[in-house]
């Protein structure tokens, strides 16, 4: 199946639905079926892969390296560098780090991961050198709210920025006051992490009436939910091969005019600036 894209700030296509992995390579009795998880995610057409270093202390991508050893070509993988290495030389030598572990020349989206203690000028500065020196395609940032995007963009090649990963879901509705509209208006994409409430919106009962409606399920819903926003992608995290053609299905979902008002009114929609949430 070809996954519909949306198109970063410089055209490069980036996937609408794929796959996060944090929590990946915690418990060796899961690796296989992590693994197969991943594998399974690519022959769906899911190839949007996500990552960090901070994930296993860096075994999750050392475990993405291993899935997708002999299949790179085929997925869009996404890392985040942490804040305590994204200094001007820190972001480089993180960024080695993550390609040795991932098995791979280069990082197609590099992102921070969240604010930290050094200026963003810095850590820009060193995504432009990676990016000119083909280590990553594109960089990004990570639960950055709309003062801290406006602040980017006075960084020297900051309006380079291209995409912002935020937790966003039904029950995480504050960046529609303002980052939603902000990145829209900018032609920013944003990647919506736990679409699920990490499972915890299942087992809403106007999120199963819903899905009964559509004879869907409650998890494909909710991340039917998050895609209906222009220009917004999701990475739900899967851990096993059943669930990602459950989260595949999730693209056939056409929400109705009815079923959103039928979600607002069970999860409304805020009614003032709320402080960007962080899991």
């Not at 990946?24 to 057409?45: H, K, T, V």
């Not at 998890?219 to 989260?247: C, F, M, Y």
Request: aromatic content about 6%; some cysteine.
């Amino acid at each position: 199946m070809t996954v519909p894209t949306i198109a970063l700030p410089d055209g490069t296509p980036m996937p609408l639905l794929g796959v996060g992995t944090w929590g990946y390579a915690e418990q060796p009795a899961r690796r296989r079926d992590e693994i197969d998880s991943l594998r399974a995610a690519l022959d769906a057409g899911l190839t949007m892969i996500d990552t960090a270093e901070m994930y296993a202390d860096g075994g999750a991508e050392e475990l993405v390296g291993e899935a997708l050893a002999a299949r790179r070509d085929e997925a869009f993988l996404v890392d985040k560098v942490l804040p305590s290495d994204a200094s001007r030389h820190g972001t480089v030598e993180a960024c080695d780090r993550a390609l040795r572990r991932l098995r791979t020349d280069r990082i197609d989206l590099y992102l921070l991961h969240w604010r930290g203690r050094y200026p963003l000028a810095e850590t820009v500065e060193a995504f432009v050198e990676l990016r000119d020196a083909g280590k990553i395609r594109a960089w990004g940032v990570s639960n950055l709210d709309v003062d801290d995007l406006a602040e980017l963009d006075e960084v020297p090649n900051g309006d380079q920025v291209a995409t912002d990963q935020i937790l966003y879901n039904l029950v995480r509705r504050g960046p529609e006051w303002d980052l939603l509209p902000w990145a829209e208006r900018r032609g920013l994409p944003l990647m919506a992490y736990s679409p699920v409430e990490q499972g915890r919106l299942l087992d809403e009962p106007a999120l199963r009436e819903v899905a009964d409606r559509h004879d869907a399920t409650p998890a494909q819903i909710a991340i039917a939910w998050v895609l209906d926003h222009p220009g917004v992608s999701a990475i739900p995290k899967t851990a096993t091969p059943a669930r990602i053609a459950e989260n595949q299905a999730a693209l056939d979902v056409a929400l109705t005019d009815d079923d959103r008002a039928a979600l607002d009114a069970a999860f409304p929609p805020p009614d003032r600036k709320r402080p960007l949430e962080i899991l």
